[in-house]
Each structure stands twice: as structure tokens, then as C-alpha cells.
């Protein structure tokens, strides 16, 4: 059974840095593609950043040059590098997981909550 298991959010100032882990379970994920989203209240979820098995990456511009994506393909964890943090990134944060050949996530996360005061 596949289980993925997001720590690190929490409460931090605006400028502060959180990093997110996401620790996969059940089988490997070398060939797959990671991904992490975040739905603030009242709001859809939204895409943040994805990596794929060639470690390229992809990332929505609100976090472009300040949020990094990156994963541990012996560990089978993922990783958000969150910097200059502002209220705005204030959301449920999500990672998700899928085979290189679909297109749509197969495996979600619980969600850590990233709160960002001003």
C-alpha cells in the first residue's frame, strides 16, 4: 500500500524558511514524478512545484526564486525548500505522486499546514 507522509510545516514569520519533507512508503518512485500543491482557505488547490525522475524541474511562478524542489530517490522522500516565505503562501501544502505516463497524480499526502504571519 502506498503512503506518503508530509512533515515540516508550521508557524513562521514573514521572510522566515520552512522546509517540507514527503516520505513515500509501499514501493520505490525513482521513475516517478513528484509534485507538491497547496490549497489556502476558501481557495482550490493549487500546483507549486514538481520534479520529475530526471530531477528536471517545474515550479508555478508565485514561488519561482524562492521555493526548491528536490528528492532523495535512496530515501524515497521529497523535499520543498521554502524561502523568503509571505503570507500568501499561507495554505494546507500537499505532495503527490505519479507514474511518468499519466497525467494526472495517483498518490496524495495528508498535508502539513504552512501558516506565514506578516
Known amino acids: 500500500q502506498v503512503q506518503l507522509v508530509e512533515s515540516g510545516g508550521g508557524l513562521v514569520q514573514a521572510g522566515g524558511s520552512l522546509r517540507l519533507s514527503c516520505a513515500a512508503s509501499?514501493?520505490?518512485?525513482?521513475?516517478?514524478?513528484w509534485g507538491w500543491f497547496r490549497q489556502a482557505p476558501g481557495k482550490e488547490r493549487e500546483f507549486v512545484a514538481a520534479i520529475s525522475w530526471s530531477a528536471s524541474t517545474d515550479y508555478a511562478d508565485p514561488v519561482k526564486g524562492r521555493f526548491t524542489i528536490s528528492r532523495d530517490t535512496a530515501k524515497n522522500t521529497a523535499y520543498l525548500q521554502m524561502n523568503s516565505l509571505k503570507p500568501e503562501d499561507t495554505a494546507v501544502y500537499y505532495c503527490?505522486?505519479?507514474?511518468?505516463?499519466?497525467?494526472?497524480?495517483?498518490?496524495w499526502g495528508q498535508g502539513t499546514q504552512v501558516t506565514v504571519s506578516s
Open positions: 503527490a505522486v505519479r507514474r511518468v505516463s499519466v497525467s494526472r497524480y495517483e498518490y
Open positions: 509501499g514501493r520505490t518512485f525513482s521513475t516517478d514524478v
